[in-house]
């Protein structure tokens, strides 16, 4: 059975940094992803990164402050965050899939339980 977890989320202050991981047991997938979601708000779409790390996606709000990167030695997608904001403040999640990188929720299978980010000074 495909199980993602999430870690390292947590509080920190406006301009901090986190970084999040998100380990795949057993497997490999080719291309996984981050969403973020706030309550009340559809999953928004965050990073993503393909099969051997060569091709990364963000959104235009974290394109300059998070990276995505994996060790698939490890099954493990991790997300760099840095000069964090309160609007980053949400429960993250990581999604996997064996289709093309995607921006998408419909685009990943699977899904882990989330992380809670929260930026409050």
């Known amino acids: 059975q495909v199980q993602l977890v999430e870690s390292g989320g947590g509080l920190v202050q406006p301009g901090g940094s986190l970084r999040l991981s998100c380990a795949a047991s057993?497997?490999?997938?080719?291309?996984m992803g981050w969403f973020r979601q706030t309550p009340g708000n559809e999953r928004e779409f965050v990073a993503a990164?393909?099969?051997?790390?060569?091709?990364?996606y963000y959104s235009d709000s974290v394109r300059a402050r998070f990276a995505i990167s994996r060790d698939n030695n490890r099954n493990t997608v991790y997300l760099q965050m840095v000069s964090l904001k309160p609007e980053d403040t949400a429960v993250y999640y990581c999604?996997?899939?064996?289709?093309?990188?995607?921006?998408?929720?419909?685009?990943?299978?699977?899904w882990g339980q989330g992380t809670q980010v929260t930026v409050s000074s």
């Open positions: 990164i393909n099969w051997n790390g060569g091709s990364t």
């Open positions: 057993g497997r490999t997938f080719s291309n």
């Open positions: 999604a996997a899939d064996d289709s093309g990188p995607s921006t998408l929720v419909a685009g990943y299978r699977y």
